[in-house]
């Protein structure tokens, strides 16, 4: 609604994962380096965690504008599957065949095997990339290890990234899955933007979409780092119903007034939430005093030796 008022050529604060749009952080190209790392590594797994929101399936489709033409890549964003289930969407993902209403385990792992064992010998390298990778189960992940025992006497014929929130890397540290974690070579923690970057990140994607004057002023930045935490998508979405906002009201840039309104109603739940927990901290400080007060009483009501 806002984008022919303010010259935009599309809107700059989408939540979709557009690649061009993505502002490279010092953290994100380090994150970007650790997949390609993986997508030219030898074999086993990479792993890149973060906060919801900080970024990590936009770096992935980054990734994927940067995969060289000798890789054959399969993208699952929906792991909640079974360890079957998974192993079929795996070949369904490679184009590899597999009979008909087969459920067999060793069955689609032969499949597998025979694929990956032809794609070597022609020169080409396999890439799996799992997203949202802590809605794996344990069982799940260990048949992702058991893949990556797939082997030439050269190299490892899979590579397996995994893109997940911080759970992830908290599930991995458990005794039943330290073989796996044992076989992760790099691993990368995506943080929040700090608010220089935050500042940066507006301005990326404003200029991006064709902004020809900035339309929040700098005297913003820190209020929209403290309001958003650095979240990207926050951000984004804050950002997008403060323009929402100015547009409505005629104005030509975002004022500290329409930030606050767009705060108040972009950041409802969580300022709902914030407030729930403080007045339950009250209710418990004021137990704690009332059972003070009463061993107080008690002690002094004790006969004394």
Known sequence: MY??????????????????????????????????????GDG????????????????CRCLLEQIPETCDVAYIFNPKLTVEELLSTICIEFGISYPAGNSSI?????????????????GRHAVLIIDEAQNLSPDVLEQMRLLTNLETSERKLLQIILLGQPELAAMLERPELRQLAQRIVARYHLGPLTKPEVAAYVRHRLEVAGAQHPLFPPALMGRLHRLSNGVPRILNVLCDRALLGAFVQGKERVDRTTLAQAAREVLHQSATQRSNLRRSLAVGLMLLVGVAFALVAIYRQAPSG
Do not use: W
């Not at 809107?11 to 993505?22: E, K, M, T, V, W």
């Not at 086993?44 to 770096?59: A, P, R, S």
């Not at 499949?111 to 022609?122: R, T």
């Open 106 to 122: 060793k069955v689609f792992v032969d499949c597998i095997n025979a694929h990956l064992l032809d794609a070597h010998a022609k």
């Open 44 to 59: 086993g797994f990479v792993l890149l965690t973060g906060e919801v929101g900080t970024g990590k399936t936009t770096i």
């Open 3 to 40: 984008q022919s008022y303010f010259g935009l050529a599309e809107a700059p604060f989408s939540i979709a994962p557009a690649p061009r749009y993505l502002y490279m952080s010092q953290r994100h190209q380090e994150a970007l380096a650790h997949l390609l790392y993986g997508v030219n």
